[in-house]
């Protein structure tokens, strides 16, 4: 069984979504890391982000390893790396080349090709898995994300403004609706949670009552 879960940055997917493949015995793929290590790569070999064709050689050459507390690239474990600042701001410069898109969702459909998945990110339900038993669509306010996303970082250490956080989402999400390949959008057939208020186990359980109905459901 394939369960996508989509929505804005912030939402709290990552979270949830390992959360729920837990709970369901399902194999957790987070395609955010993947860009993240596309783009944390070409950090570490220098080459110019502006320039599509090395960054797409970037993503053919990684071997990604996605362990359930770890992400290697190459052997070298990035797990801290990638959410780094620099790695954060550079992510875009890979998630908004279509030939890069086209090279993760080759991956993520052959992890998915062999066990049970819970796959989150921005196109899954749409791009990546549009025939997904299960689609989820995670949603909250800008104010909600940014208050989550600044947790996130100061529990890495990290000190950001929140104000400065919010021009940031802003930011993402309208480079996340406009870009020409996996733009991100609901699928027509997925169920959106709202999750403003609601804490994660709270979230993971509606969710999981979804997924088991729809398990009933399809048998």
Do not use: W
């Amino acid at each position: 069984m394939i369960v996508t879960i989509d929505g804005p940055a912030g939402a709290g997917k990552s979270t949830v979504a390992r959360m729920l493949a837990q709970r369901l015995g399902f194999r957790f793929l987070d395609t955010g890391a993947m860009y993240r290590a596309v783009a944390c790569g070409a950090l570490r070999t220098g080459v110019d982000m502006n320039d599509a064709v090395a960054m797409v050689r970037i993503a053919h050459s990684l071997q990604i390893e996605l362990e359930p507390e770890r992400v290697r690239i190459n052997g070298a474990d990035v797990t801290k790396e990638l959410r780094s600042a620099a790695v954060t701001a550079a992510v875009h410069f890979a998630a908004d080349l279509p030939e890069v898109r086209h090279r993760l969702v080759e991956l993520q459909r052959q992890t998915a090709t062999s066990t049970d998945i819970v796959s989150e990110g921005r196109d899954q339900g749409t791009v990546a898995f549009p025939d997904a038993e299960c689609k989820l669509y995670l949603s909250a306010s800008p104010r909600e994300r940014a208050k989550r996303r600044q947790l996130e970082m100061e529990r890495r250490g990290e000190q950001v403004d929140l104000d400065e956080l919010l021009q940031q989402l802003d930011e993402r999400d309208r480079r996340d609706a406009t870009r020409r390949f996996g733009r991100m959008q609901k699928a027509d057939d997925a169920i959106e949670v709202d999750t403003d208020g609601m804490t994660s186990e709270q979230v993971v359980d509606r969710l999981e009552e979804i997924v088991r109905s729809r398990q009933t459901a399809t048998r």
